[in-house]
């Protein structure tokens, strides 16, 4: 399986997408910093994620969420 994420920064409320084979391990190495792109966002929080049966659907999905449209959808129906 594979996930399509979204994480929020408690400090500055930016999000965060992304995709990963594993969930746990990689929420896990976002909270402990080990991120480049989230480390000097903690604490953050895992807020929506998706589950699909292979890497190119999960991948497709993480781009448009990251597309205009996709952030617009974010924003009305999955982060509040």
Not at 5 to 14: A, M, Q, R, V
Not at 40 to 54: D, G, R, T
């Amino acid at each position: 399986m594979y996930y399509v994420y979204i994480l929020k920064s408690s400090k500055s409320g930016k999000l965060y997408y992304g995709y990963t084979d594993n969930l746990k391990r990689r929420i896990k190495e976002h909270q402990e910093g080990k991120s480049k792109y989230t480390k000097s966002q903690l604490p953050i929080k895992l807020v929506f994620y998706s589950a699909f049966k292979n890497k190119k659907n999960a991948k497709d999905f993480e781009l448009y969420l990251k597309s205009g449209s996709g952030k617009a959808f974010v924003y009305k129906r999955l982060v509040k």
